[in-house]
């Protein structure tokens, strides 16, 4: 969906696998299909003068039991908190790892056994991110975008028990430093195939050298002067 100026209710594609929401306005926000396995939202914000009451409402009503990636750019200018919260709040029990979902279509309801995990995940620019990866749906994603977030060589120490799967990082533009990262290439113990640390300003040249050194592949750009990052010892 691009520009949409008109709202589409895309619950009745029934076999609908991939939507991709990009400068559709909160009034128009969707309802979502259950058959979704792929959702991307991008540059997706409401107009001037506009509620998210539509937005509120859609993602109420959303049950997605086959969601396996989830990639948002935009949140309609809710929390991320709030977004997810909404966007999950139909599954018959948070706290478990599994559950099961009434499917609505008018009066008939539809069972379904078992939700599937979210694999990849990307959201930019989170304060809480150990609260965002609570979430039981994503206890079993391999890649995850964490760009612009609110984050350094702290908040890494939850990773491997909140995604104990994951083998693709992108942490850019955050203020992860090489303590952070030697803590994250040990402790997956060469399950990490990628890391993301384009504009990390606080990160080292040695860092970079020493995770590559250990198998994993990394990108590391940056615009200008950097190496600010204190060094850190590498050694095994």
């Known amino acids: 969906m691009h520009s949409v100026d008109f709202y589409i209710d895309c619950a009745l594609l029934d076999n609908l696998t991939d939507l991709h929401i990009e400068e559709c306005t909160g009034l128009c ?13 991008t540059k997706a914000e409401p107009c001037p003068g506009q509620t998210t009451t539509m937005v509120t409402v859609n993602l109420q009503k959303a049950i997605l039991p086959s969601l396996e990636e989830l990639v948002l750019h935009s949140n309609y ?3 991320w908190h709030t977004f997810l919260t909404l966007l999950f709040s139909q599954e018959s029990d948070p706290r478990s790892s599994s559950g099961t979902a009434k499917l609505d279509r008018g009066a008939e309801h539809d069972t379904v056994t078992a939700y599937k995990k979210v694999r990849r995940l990307v959201i930019p620019n989170l304060d809480d991110i150990s609260t965002i990866l609570g979430n039981p749906r994503f206890l079993e994603v391999e890649i995850l975008g964490l760009t612009e977030c609110t984050l350094n060589d702290k908040s890494v120490d939850f990773f491997p028990d909140m995604a104990p ?3 693709r990082l992108d942490l850019s533009k955050t203020s992860i430093n090489g303590v952070g990262i030697k803590h994250l290439v ?3 113990k060469g399950q990490l195939e990628w890391l993301g640390l384009d504009h ?3 990160l080292g040249a040695d860092a970079v050298e020493w995770a590559r050194s250990q198998g994993v592949q990394v990108s590391h750009r940056m615009t200008g002067i950097e190496e600010k990052g204190s060094r850190v ?4």
Do not use: D, E, M, N
Not at 29 to 41: G, K, N, Q, V
Not at 233 to 236: A, C, N
């Open 200 to 202: 990390c300003q606080q």
């Open 29 to 41: 926000f969707p309802r979502l299909p259950a058959s979704l396995h792929r959702l991307t939202i």
């Open 165 to 167: 799967k994951l083998r």
């Open 186 to 188: 040990q402790v997956y």
């Open 77 to 79: 200018g809710l929390s």
């Open 233 to 236: 010892r590498y050694r095994h």
